[in-house]
């Protein structure tokens, strides 16, 4: 079973900056694609950002050019760098890891932006 736990989170300011991060219990070099996705009370969860095993990265319209997305397979992590933020980026943001069919979550960590 593979554990990924998130860190990071907190609460800041609008305008200011957050850097989450995701361990995995596994060689994350063994996943196809990593990612952050986010749930805000009373919405559905949706995707942030997503990295593959080759170093292709995929941003939601509404975070382009706010955040990076990185992995580091010989660490078996992978990072959000959020800048810019705005108060509606204020959810809970998980981690993920596909491989195959497979898919696992993380237990989330919360970002809170006050305006």
């Known amino acids: 079973q593979v554990q990924l736990v998130e860190s990071g989170g907190g609460l800041v300011q609008a305008g200011g900056s957050l850097r989450l991060s995701c361990a995995s219990s596994?060689?994350?070099?063994?996943?196809?694609?990593m990612g952050w996705h986010r749930q805000a009370p009373g919405k559905q969860r949706e995707s942030v950002a997503t990295?593959?095993?080759?170093?292709?990265?995929n941003y939601a319209a509404s975070v382009k050019g706010r955040f990076t997305i990185a992995r580091d397979d010989a660490k078996n992590m992978v990072y959000l760098q959020m800048d810019s933020l705005k108060p509606e980026d204020t959810a809970v943001y998980y981690c993920n890891a596909r491989k195959i069919m497979n898919a696992y979550w993380g237990q989330g960590t919360q970002v809170t932006v006050s305006s």
């Open positions: 596994r060689s994350t070099s063994g996943f196809n694609v």
């Open positions: 990295i593959t095993s080759g170093g292709t990265t």
